[in-house]
């Protein structure tokens, strides 16, 4: 996952032609932590279709207040420019991609129309 700060967000999260999860974490936070394995994966999976940034919330202090993140790990879904879904806190793999999923940020080819 590619770390970014503010000057950044602009071209790889508003300018991104894919849905992106912006994970808003801190280096000391145990669930951040914990979290990182699970979104690994799901990029993994979703590679082309879905970008996963990490932002630290400590040293982009202005941005994670744009935000109103008050606690880490806090998850943001970008589309078209958009914030489409946001939740905080540690989640399973399944529920994660049961959330990403219902906001249309499923695998190519897998919606049924």
């Not at 394995?37 to 400590?58: C, F, H, M, N, Y």
């Not at 202090?61 to 744009?66: C, I, M, T």
């Not at 109103?68 to 529920?95: D, H, M, W």
Request: charged share 25%; hydrophobic share 40%; proline share 6%.
């Amino acid at each position: 996952m590619k770390q970014i700060t503010t000057k950044e967000f602009e071209s790889e999260v508003l300018g991104s032609q894919v849905p992106v999860l912006v994970d808003f974490h801190t280096p000391s936070c145990g669930p951040c932590l914990a979290l990182k394995p699970v979104l690994e994966e799901i990029e993994a999976e979703r590679a082309g279709t879905l970008k996963l940034v990490q932002v630290d919330a400590s040293a982009s202090p202005e941005l994670a207040a744009d935000h109103r993140v008050s606690a880490v790990p806090a998850l943001f879904l970008y589309r078209n420019r958009q914030c489409i879904g946001q939740r905080a806190g540690l989640t399973s793999k399944r529920e994660l991609v049961r959330w990403l999923d219902g906001l249309g940020a499923e695998p190519a080819g897998t919606r049924l129309h």
